[in-house]
């Protein structure tokens, strides 16, 4: 197929300083969770998303000096030859579909605590991040910068941008945003100097235009400078010189870089979640730059569907469509619709499931993609697929998103498949699940794996079909895999931090009680330690729909484990606009005539609540019976020609979506794979030349 010629416009090459991008998709910088000891997975990551058609590619976060130590999160270091190394095998792989690539230059200034150095951290004037966020907490504070740490730092930046220039990157960046050193600079909070990198907005860009003016001395000849600057804070300040202290900035920087990256300030606003945040939220904020600027403007603002990233361009926001997340989910987002396939797109859901696993400081997993991170160690390529080991037909049991990716994956291989769910639609959890306050974008991951099944000769869905181990054992089927899901329990919560003892009395409810509609009476506690969104969103939803609602839970915060997805800060507000009660580091104690006591998790002390109806939300139980019962019919296997039984998914063990969707692809993927061909490879570091001595004074590279 072709590309529908309204898309043309986005594959026109775009002119970046002395380099030219193939089209005007522009994979941004984004955190991997790989850093220079998976030089092999980054390498295949980024490969693979310049295959998809993406015309520019850019690392994540790469410090350019041990006074810029993140750990233990996942940043990327170029501070030495076997870093050079480790850089250009992305830079080759990138290369070789002929996209460009740019490198993130970084130093964090005070927002680091340099735990593995243990150097003190740098910043303007000795002032550092003090995070609300336990895993950017530290105790070491940073020391004022005096004149020869801003010339170490510009030297650095200049050295660091050499040895970019070594690996092979076209596009090296000066990085000013997000609360990191030349962010710190432009903003008074930070920067209380006296001398000329403080005062006006004037003074206090300078280092950033000195750091741009380093970058192009040392590399200007052959790679693009860019900048990538945060403009929310600096867009909220009036100006005496212009309509804010951003147009201030960029007027100032106009054409100094050779491209304009722009972005929010902090991560929930730059990487906001769908939950509470919609497509193109960035425009309000960076919609100026452009017409500032002569230089190319590149933003993101999860971008997935094709008219809009047109709009971008044709009303003059962007010059460049910016993607993290969309490139994520789908690396071959660009491919799809050159080729006239956008319905094939695998549009991102904007749940942060992979901005979380920055924060767990793993490889980025994906609840869209469950082949990003795997492209090298397991061999796995989002769009290619071996063909089957054996002529066996596949029953898979359950349509929730395991079953669904499951019959997905194995009808792309080839295999003949029935995908049967015991309901009338399929979707499994995601039926209630998007039907929660701000979810209703996760129906994607119904969506897309539907309307490709559907698309499968080889594959036949069954809905309204709950099947017997029976009807499993008549069915003429080789291959068995259940994904019959979870359940949620009445299981209460002790202080030894474990679910024991379940609460089985009358009005006592779960999750799934909601879902199948029971009728519940006001007033609601919601007792949470599952932690994620499914407490917040049920109390949200209860109360808006008029019931008085407590939350209550043994965590510090409301929907504890959302800081890791950038959507804790809205859940607070959410609730609390909802008219939700809010008590915390509390545990249920008794439920009885119309009250519910509660006891401090640390005290003891008890405390009353008005209570019709309890929901519990803890923890989940398989849903494994027709499984087990299988299991122990194994005798019954051969006469019915089945070779193998398994369990996938949530039946297996109850987790977040991005879990069930990875498990089933796993399965789906190693279905007659030759035995002892492994899980996966393991990366490691390239360490060709000899141990590094890092000298503070003289930076890196000293023998
Ligand atoms: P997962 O996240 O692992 O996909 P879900 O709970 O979302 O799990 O989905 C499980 C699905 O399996 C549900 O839609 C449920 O209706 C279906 N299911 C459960 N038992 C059977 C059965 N015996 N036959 C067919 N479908 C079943
Ligand atoms: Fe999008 Fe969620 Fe995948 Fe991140 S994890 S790219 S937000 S679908």
């Known amino acids: 197929m072709a590309r529908l010629p309204r898309f ?97 230059l970084w130093h964090g200034g005070g927002s680091v605590s340099n735990k593995t150095s243990r150097l003190p951290p740098l910043s303007p004037s000795g002032i550092s991040w003090m995070a609300t966020h336990v895993g950017f907490m530290g105790n070491q504070r940073s020391k004022a910068m005096d004149k020869a740490d801003i010339r170490n730092l510009l030297r650095w930046q200049a050295e660091a941008a050499r040895k970019a220039k070594r690996a092979g990157f076209d596009i090296v960046y000066v990085y000013a945003g997000m609360g990191y050193l030349p962010y710190e600079f432009m903003l008074p909070e930070w920067n ?14 300078r280092i950033v235009r000195e750091l741009l003016e380093a970058t192009r001395d040392a590399v200007g000849d052959t790679c693009a400078v860019a900048l990538r600057i945060s403009l929310e804070e600096l867009r909220a300040r009036r100006s005496e010189r212009a309509a804010s202290e951003a147009h201030e900035v960029v007027e100032l920087l106009a054409d100094v870089p050779d491209l304009w990256d722009v972005k929010m300030d902090s991560s929930p606003s730059d990487c906001a979640p769908s939950r509470f945040t919609p497509e193109g939220s960035h425009e309000p904020v960076i919609g100026f730059v452009k017409r500032i600027t002569n230089k190319p403007v590149v933003g993101v603002g999860r971008f997935t569907s094709p008219d809009t990233m ?16 969309p490139s994520i989910a789908d690396p071959f987002l660009p491919r799809k619709i050159n080729e006239g396939r956008e319905q094939d797109i695998r549009e991102c859901i904007g749940c942060n499931i992979c901005i979380s696993s920055w924060h767990d400081s793993v490889p980025v997993r994906c609840t869209q993609n469950p082949t990003i991170g795997e492209e090298w160690r397991r061999d796995w390529h989002p769009e290619r697929f071996q063909a089957p080991g054996t002529e066996s037909a596949v029953l898979v049991v359950g349509g929730g998103p395991a079953g669904l990716e499951c019959a997905l994956t194995l009808g792309r291989r080839g295999y003949r498949v029935s995908l049967a769910e015991a309901g009338e ?49 008549g069915l003429e089927h080789q291959r068995i895999v259940i994904a019959t899901g979870a359940r949620w329990t009445r299981q209460l919560y002790s202080t030894l931090e474990l679910p024991v003892g379940s609460l089985d009395a009358p009005n006592v409810f779960t999750p799934d009680d909601i879902a199948a509609g029971a009728r519940i009476e006001s007033p609601i506690v919601v007792f949470d330690y599952d932690n994620y969104y499914m407490g917040g969103a049920l109390a949200e939803l209860l109360a808006r729909a008029g019931s008085r609602v407590t939350y209550v839970t043994p965590a510090g915060h409301a929907s504890a484990w959302t800081i890791m997805t950038n959507e804790q800060p809205q859940v607070h507000r959410a609730l609390a606009t909802a008219g939700v009660g809010l008590k915390t580091l509390s545990l249920v104690a008794e439920f009885r005539d119309d009250a519910l006591r509660v006891t401090n998790l640390f005290t003891g002390e008890a405390q009353s609540l008005p209570c019709k109806s309890l929901i519990i939300v803890g923890a989940r139980a398989v849903e494994d019976a027709l499984y087990r019962s299988l299991l122990q019919r194994r005798a019954d296997w051969e006469p019915a020609g ?11 063990a109850p987790g977040a979506i991005a879990h069930a969707v990875h498990s089933a692809h796993r399965y789906a993927r190693e279905l007659d794979q030759p035995a002892g061909s492994g899980i996966y490879r393991r990366d490691s570091a390239i360490l060709e030349s000899a141990p590094v001595l890092y000298d503070e004074g003289q930076g890196v590279n000293a023998p």
Not at 62 to 72: C, E, L, Q, R
Not at 313 to 323: H, N, P, S
Not at 430 to 451: H, K, N, Y
Not at 642 to 652: E, N, T
């Open 425 to 473: 639609h399929f979707g499994g959890r995601l039926r209630f699940e998007t039907s929660l306050p701000g979810l209703a974008t996760w129906g994607r991951v119904l969506d897309w794996r539907l309307g490709q099944l559907r698309r499968l000769d080889n594959v036949t869905l069954y809905a309204g079909n709950k099947l017997s181990a029976d009807d499993v054992l």
């Open 310 to 325: 047109v709009s971008q361009i044709k009303r003059g926001v962007l010059d460049l469509i910016g993607a993290a997340r």
């Open 8 to 104: 043309d416009v986005l594959f026109e090459p775009v002119k970046i300083g002395p380099v030219t991008a193939p089209n005007r998709f522009y994979c941004v910088p984004h955190a991997s969770g790989m850093t220079n000891t998976m030089p092999r997975m980054r390498a295949a990551l980024r490969g693979m998303k310049a295959e998809g058609g993406w015309g520019v590619v850019c690392s994540g976060y790469v410090s350019v000096h041990p006074t810029a130590d993140d750990s233990p999160l996942p940043y990327a270091t170029l501070w030495d030859d076997n870093d050079i190394r480790s850089h250009a095998m992305m830079t080759d792989a990138v290369h070789a579909h002929g996209a460009l690539a740019g490198i993130e």
């Open 192 to 205: 209380r100097r006296s001398d000329e990198y403080g005062g006006s907005v004037a003074n206090r860009v």
């Open 642 to 652: 089945i070779v193998s039984v398994d369990c996938i998914g949530d039946a297996l």
